[in-house]
């Protein structure tokens, strides 16, 4: 998909974005609604430098993902050796695979109030919502990597002397880690809508879709569209460095996928 | 052998929550509004179901799905084909839709309260606008992905620029838009069901779950949360494999 860098792409693209915001501020200086409910782009920005200057955007930010880093480790430990497992053994796919495939197409989120209930608003319930929501990509992910390794690898390591452990760490897991790794990443932007999603409804003590929501009771677009930028930037960080890195430094070295072509 | 185990290994997997849920229920010292017994919850189940509550919610909820992801899908499409077509066209927006593809819907919800109000309007807006850039992304990547060589054939051949497109790139492009409509509509029912509980509309699921809430109704919550588990399988199992059935598949374009 990608093409060398071309200046003509970035001006086009400038200008794209230059057209967004000019649109935007017409209609904020228009006069249409207040601008309390369209704040024009200087004001956007100013709040938002405001936001990063006093600590509260970077450390709203940071509590959101700390929830998520916590949920996706929780979802990691469980939903891993659960998908090697089923993937291995044809007794465990039949005892879990059909409560998987019974909670899988219920959305996280529908779980918040009942979770509320039973666990009390604030930060469990948010992380618990951010586990529900990321363990379903991660585990069928995990599920169908081990199975896809190459059978003849398998039988190669055996003959060759592998035991299960040497087989394990050797063989499976270098061999599904492509496909764990796209499971994390779909893993994390379920988390991470999960995250703002608990945040709203279960109302934690920090975070950033708890100040979108505390803006919304003073009328403050400004904070909310400076929060949304925020969640953006952080959402793209991740998709497009973090992931990419990681995928860099173990199946892309290995030569597991086509790297250079793609 | 293997296939009575195979059936019977599940339902030895039901039958052992179930138990372990109604010892819990029992004798686990929790008030029974809060942890009901499988007989109330079925008991609540058969109730709402019958007198019409939740068919009421399913379909309020249902027409909300339809209208907001069909914004999403015609939105999408266009948009994604513009993309994919035009490369000034992809310049332009590429960078915008990657921008907000990863902001997860629901964070506009309040900003959406703030501007359009309360009700099923901003609701269903939301769910378009939130579910309509995995469309984009997916149609883009779809029509970029049609292969040179039919393109170059076709031209050869004398196709003009419609019948390039209706004959040609639609058909390539097809399975990567079925798969982004698949998506879109997975996303706009998870989104959907959370935003039913910010907007405060006035029936349907998410609803249903958030007022339950209040009255400590844990039977009617888990039998609207069955509910939705039932309609997101018929959706995901029913809707699209069907679509794919009679096109791309038929086609011969992607393995049944």
């Known amino acids: 998909m990608r093409r060398g860098f071309s200046w003509r792409a970035l001006a086009r693209g400038a200008a794209g974005v230059a057209a967004v915001l000019a649109i935007w501020e017409g209609f904020a200086r228009s006069g249409m609604f207040s601008t309390a409910m369209t704040p024009p782009v200087e004001s956007i920005a100013s709040i938002m430098w405001q936001m990063i200057a006093d600590g509260s955007l970077p450390l709203n930010a940071l509590a959101t993902l700390i929830r998520v880093f916590i949920g996706l480790a929780i979802c990691f430990v469980i939903a891993v050796p659960l998908g090697v497992l089923m993937a291995r053994s044809w007794v465990a796919e039949r005892i879990f695979l059909p409560v998987l495939s019974v909670l899988l197409p219920i959305p996280s989120l529908a779980w918040v109030p009942l979770f509320i209930l039973w666990f009390g608003i604030g930060d469990f319930v948010t992380i618990l919502v951010v586990v529900y929501a990321a363990f379903?990509?991660?585990?069928?992910?995990?599920?169908?990597?081990?199975?896809?390794?190459?059978?003849?690898?398998?039988?190669?390591?055996?003959?060759?002397?592998?035991?299960e452990t040497t087989l394990f760490r050797k063989v499976i897991w270098p061999a599904a880690l492509p496909y764990i790794i796209t499971g994390l990443r779909l893993s994390f932007g379920r988390a991470w809508i999960g995250v703002i999603g608990g945040e709203l409804l279960a109302s934690p003590k920090f975070g950033l879709g708890e100040i979108i929501f505390n803006a919304k009771e003073f009328l403050d677009a400004g904070v909310m569209l400076a929060t949304l930028v925020g969640i953006g930037a952080i959402g793209i960080v991740f998709e497009r460095f973090v992931f990419q890195m990681l995928e860099n430094a173990t199946v892309r070295r290995w030569g597991m996928v086509a790297g250079a072509q793609s | 052998m293997r296939r009575v185990i195979g059936i019977a290994l599940p339902l030895m997997t039901f039958t052992v929550i179930a138990a372990a849920w109604q010892l819990l229920a029992t004798y686990g010292g929790f008030p029974p509004k809060l942890v009901p017994g499988l007989g109330t919850i079925a008991e609540t189940f058969l109730r709402l179901a019958s007198n019409g509550v939740l068919a009421a919610a399913a379909v309020a909820t249902l027409y909300r799905l339809g209208v907001g992801f069909l914004l999403a899908a015609v939105i999408g499409v266009l948009v994604g084909i513009a993309m994919g077509r035009r490369q000034w066209v992809e310049d332009t927006l590429l960078p915008i839709v990657t921008f907000l593809y990863p902001i997860p819907g629901l964070a506009y919800a309040p900003l959406f309260v703030l501007w359009f109000g309360l009700g099923d309007i901003p609701t269903m807006l939301l769910v378009g606008v939130s579910s309509c850039f995995t469309v984009i992304i997916n149609t883009w990547k779809g029509v970029k992905a049609v292969k040179p060589i039919w393109l170059r054939s076709a031209e050869v051949m004398g196709a003009g620029n419609r019948d390039m497109f209706r004959r040609v790139v639609l058909p390539a492009a097809l399975p990567y838009i079925l798969v982004g409509l698949r998506l879109g509509l997975a996303q706009a029912w998870r989104i959907l069901i959370a935003v039913e509980m910010l907007m405060s509309v006035q029936r349907g699921l998410g609803w249903m779950i958030f007022g339950a809430q209040t009255f400590l109704n844990t039977d009617v919550m888990l039998s609207t949360i069955a509910l939705i588990g039932m309609i997101g399988i018929l959706l995901e199992r029913q809707v699209f494999a069907r679509i794919e059935r009679v096109t791309v598949v038929r086609w011969g374009m992607v393995a049944a």
């Open chain 1, 136 to 163: 379903f990509p991660l585990v069928y992910s995990v599920w169908t990597g081990v199975r896809a390794v190459n059978p003849i690898w398998l039988r190669s390591a055996i003959v060759m002397g592998a035991d």
